[in-house]
């Protein structure tokens, strides 16, 4: 059974503290994404991994950093937390570059900055 | 213009009833077209995805493209309690509308 992991599923944090969001996946998977979820927004791209250690932003990537040191691995770095990224964060990968690859999600992390 | 857009509902139907759930997108260069549902507290999953125009069919689900008028529908027949969820759209796969909260009532 294909699994995507994301290592906290509830975090609560303070405004200008650092945080790290960790994902890992099963399925030796090429690609793999951050998105955040907001209400009447739906799902944004972050950022997003064709290859270890290789990074692209997506929609929204300001205030945030990735790191992907190992295939499996994907994570999600807020250097100094805000408010408004209070959100739930979901991680994906995807086998495929193309138009037609499927996503697999893992369960999210629901993060609230205080 | 969002490139996917979507009515977000919620949308409350009573058990057995016939849903539709529809998308627009703007760029008519998009190929693939899919559906993923989210229940509550989960990540999406992939429940069906279509290839340019016209129907597919799975069970009690069908996907529907009309490429002429961009529009993209899901329908459920026979729904029940347990298809209550989001429902989100995608064309090409980095893209997604905003879902649609389905509630189906027993």
């Known amino acids: 059974d294909v699994k995507v992991t994301q290592s906290s599923r509830y975090l609560v944090k303070r405004t200008g503290e650092k945080v790290f969001l960790e994902c890992v996946q099963d399925?030796?998977?090429?690609?793999m994404f951050w998105y955040r979820q907001d209400p009447g927004l739906g799902l944004r791209l972050i950022y997003f991994?064709?290859?270890?250690?290789?990074?692209e932003k997506g929609d929204i990537p300001e205030g945030y950093s990735v790191s992907r040191e190992k295939k499996e691995r994907f994570s999600l770095i807020l250097e100094s937390a805000s408010t408004n990224q209070t959100s739930m964060y979901l991680c994906?990968?995807?086998?495929?570059?193309?138009?037609?690859?499927?996503?697999?999600f893992g369960e999210g992390s629901r993060l609230t900055v205080l | 213009q969002k490139e996917v857009e979507q009515d977000p509902g919620p949308l409350s139907v009573p058990e057995g009833a016939i849903v539709s759930l529809n998308c627009t997108y703007s760029?008519?260069?998009?190929?693939?077209f899919m559906w993923y549902r989210q229940y509550s507290r989960k990540g999406p999953e992939l429940l069906m995805y279509?290839?340019?125009?016209g129907n597919k069919e799975d069970g009690r689900f069908t996907a529907q493209v009309d490429k002429s008028s961009k529009y993209i529908s899901l329908f459920i027949r026979d729904s029940q309690p347990s298809d209550s969820a989001t429902y989100l759209c995608?064309?090409?796969?980095?893209?997604f509308g905003s879902g649609t909260r389905l509630l189906v009532r027993p």
């Open positions: 994906a990968s995807s086998r495929w570059t193309g138009e037609a690859g499927e996503l697999f």
């Open positions: 399925m030796d998977h090429e690609n």
């Open positions: 991994s064709y290859d270890v250690k290789m990074k």
């Open positions: 760029n008519s260069a998009f190929q693939y």
């Open positions: 279509t290839y340019s125009s």
């Open positions: 995608s064309s090409y796969k980095l893209i």
